[in-house]
């Protein structure tokens, strides 16, 4: 009976979604998807026992969410306690784990999700958001080399649009895709090596914008071809991607997503099909603006028995019918 009355409630959300595709002069947003998506913790007791079990693990956002995605519902399934849900993460205490005991919990979300295009167009002034001009760690946006640079690629340019579209460019043209092992990404490092993962071009890319004076966040998420996802659950991990939204003058926050080298006879060529826009083939799936997906597990136990916690997450991904 539930699922006949959450299929129902999915399938009223999206007509009311869906019956006005245009929202002000500024994007529009199309082709709905709705994908169920499930995060799944276990943890598994194989010493002796545990107490005072305390967890934290990144969740999707369900309160500021970009325009082209909406949540239907979410929900939480634990075996003996109940998480508490933040913005974008939870937290759970377990008072006593015994050896060999599972515990498991779960998030479900239901989500639609669309492609979006931006309505782009140059305005002056200042952007309002001065939190995300400031440098923070592996952002360094007032680092000598990058402030010059930010000033060298900009130079000429009268709007924060114009701007946004030079530094995008710089890092398409320049970057080459390449994963690392880093563990402690930065945009300096980035932009000294000129490769890296999507984090690395999408850190890059903020550091420049910053420095220009435009303010730019980091998205966490996942990025994926829809034809590949069918109705039976499947690992979403593989698709785990970041990217950037920039903030215009009147515009808002825009989706640009640096990480995309595009050749022709092995010469590179911008393309600016994933600036300010989401095509069909290339959907992103938002999940917070965070930087961080791991959890933590912090737990006490009797030294001469020591506990040893197991922790298991795993994410996986159906598209509704």
């Not at 979604?17 to 799944?40: D, H, K, M, S, W």
């Not at 993962?197 to 850190?203: E, G, M, N, Q």
């Not at 009147?250 to 595009?262: A, E, H, K, R």
């Amino acid at each position: 009976m539930m699922r006949i009355l959450r299929f129902v409630g999915v399938i009223l959300g999206l007509l009311a979604l869906t019956a006005t595709v245009c929202f002000g002069n500024y994007y529009a947003v199309g082709n709905p998807q709705t994908f169920e998506i499930r995060q799944i913790v276990e943890m598994r007791n194989q010493g002796g026992m545990a107490t005072d079990i305390r967890g934290r693990v990144s969740i999707l956002d369900r309160e500021e969410l970009p325009p082209y995605q909406k949540v239907l519902s979410c929900s939480v399934y634990a075996s003996s306690f109940k998480p508490k849900l933040y913005k974008d993460h939870a937290e759970w205490v377990i008072p006593k784990m015994l050896p060999n005991q599972t515990v498991k919990m779960e998030f479900e979300y239901w989500i639609v999700n669309y492609t979006i295009e931006h309505q782009l167009r140059e305005y002056r002034g200042r952007p309002f958001d001065s939190k995300y001009l400031a440098e923070e760690e592996g952002i360094e946006s007032t680092d000598p080399m990058i402030v010059d640079l930010a000033k060298r690629l900009t130079d000429g340019q009268f709007t924060p649009l114009a701007k946004a579209k030079s530094i995008f460019a710089y890092i398409n043209s320049h970057f080459d895709y390449q994963i690392t092992n880093e563990t402690n990404q930065s945009a300096l490092k980035a932009l000294k090596r000129q490769y890296g993962s999507c984090v690395d071009f999408s850190l890059a890319y903020i550091a420049l914008c910053r420095a220009a004076g435009i303010p730019a966040r980091y998205v966490g998420g996942y990025r994926l071809d829809e034809t590949k996802i069918s109705s039976k659950p499947q690992l979403l991990t593989p698709y785990a991607h970041a990217w950037v939204e920039i903030q215009l003058p009147q515009l808002g926050w825009v989706t640009v997503d640096p990480t995309y080298v595009y050749t022709v006879n092995g010469v590179k060529q911008i393309n600016y099909d994933f600036f300010g826009k989401i095509i069909p083939s290339d959907r992103h799936l938002f999940f917070n603006y965070s930087r961080s997906r791991e959890y933590e597990v912090q737990w006490k136990h009797d030294q001469r028995s020591p506990a040893k916690l197991d922790v298991n997450l795993t994410t996986t991904i159906r598209r509704v019918r």
